[in-house]
């Protein structure tokens, strides 16, 4: 990007005209009092529409007065954001032409030498006939549909050198090129259409009964023939309810709900024995004992308990 200074040659004066005089009044008043320098991004768009697509030095000034800022506030902001232009751009259009690294490498170099030939070697100059200007700006968060370029306030993307020059083709004839990607794509969707989430039972209600059966049947699938008589709790957690009317699935749901029903009994054991572990205990009779706290001996330092810690 090019060092951005004020244009040599700079009118007498600047004043909003009534009409934008008004916005601007109505503008500052959303602001809460003492706060009207926050105003100043929006207000100085409007000075750079109303001159023509660029910011002068006295319309600078004008906007400092009006929102009691030092002129080097203005001044520092319009300099530092490639939205204000400091030169006099083409009448039809400011090319904003992206050259970071994603468009770079996806053809911006290409791009430029159209912009180069068609409207001037050097960047913010005008065209033989004062339509056109260019530049190159940093990434104008297009990067998905790189080259890009930015035109007034509309985007276009996926450029290549022949479709950068319809686009002019089309300004300088007095049409509006259609904005966005420059080939068969919608927005960042792949190119040609979609690829997934193409099947119109997704949305029409019409597969959903089948989709609900197929994903009863994955889930009793992950169920183990072990459920049915020992559960083996460690491999049941992924199995849901099941709720299919047939025989066939409503006995692969009671297989479902029983493994369910022993995983929540090994959890609910207070010293999280696995449920098969606890029932050999029972069966033995040798059920875990919880071992009491250390008894503190008189005299001597308590000790340290670590259970009622947590
Ligand atoms: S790098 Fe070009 S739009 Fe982001």
């Known amino acids: 990007m090019s060092v951005r200074r004020l244009d040599p040659v700079q009118p007498e004066s600047f004043a909003f005209t009534p009409g934008n005089l008004v916005w601007a009044k109505e503008t500052l008043a959303k602001y809460p009092e003492g706060r009207q320098a926050s105003a100043v991004i929006p207000i100085l768009w409007r000075a750079q529409e109303q001159i023509g697509g660029w910011i ?4 600078m000034e004008y906007v400092a007065r009006m929102l009691d800022m030092s002129f080097i506030r203005v001044y520092e902001i319009a300099t530092f954001y490639t939205m204000f232009q400091l030169s006099p751009v083409g009448r039809k259009a400011h090319v904003q032409l992206c050259g970071t690294t994603p468009c770079m490498l996806r053809g911006a170099e290409e791009l430029k030498e159209v912009l180069r030939r068609r409207i001037h070697r050097e960047p913010h100059r005008l065209s033989a006939n004062g339509n056109f200007s260019w530049e190159e700006v940093e990434c104008l968060g297009a990067c998905v549909n790189a080259p890009m370029v930015l035109i007034s306030k509309d985007t276009y993307e996926d450029l290549t050198p022949e479709t950068l020059e319809r686009v002019l083709d089309e300004i300088a004839a007095g049409r509006e090129p259609k904005p966005g990607p420059q080939i068969d794509r919608q927005f960042s969707a792949p190119e040609g259409g979609p690829t997934t989430l193409i099947d119109p039972s997704l949305y ?7 989709r609900e059966q197929a994903s009863a049947t994955t ?4 169920v183990p023939p072990s459920a049915a008589g020992k559960p083996d709790t460690a491999r049941t957690e992924t199995a849901p ?11 692969e749901a009671e297989r479902s709900r029983q493994a369910v029903s022993d995983r929540a009994e090994a959890h609910a054991t207070p010293e999280k024995v696995p449920s098969r572990v ?3 205990a029972r069966e033995a009779d040798m059920s875990v004992v919880k071992q009491p706290p250390p008894r503190a001996v008189e005299g001597s330092e308590p000790p340290f308990d670590n259970q009622s810690k947590k």
């Open 204 to 210: 029409d209600g019409g597969g959903a009964g089948e």
């Open 219 to 222: 889930a009793a699938r992950q």
């Open 241 to 251: 309810a099941v709720h299919s009317p047939s025989p066939e699935k409503t006995s």
């Open 278 to 280: 606890a029932r050999a």
């Open 56 to 59: 002068t030095r006295p319309a």
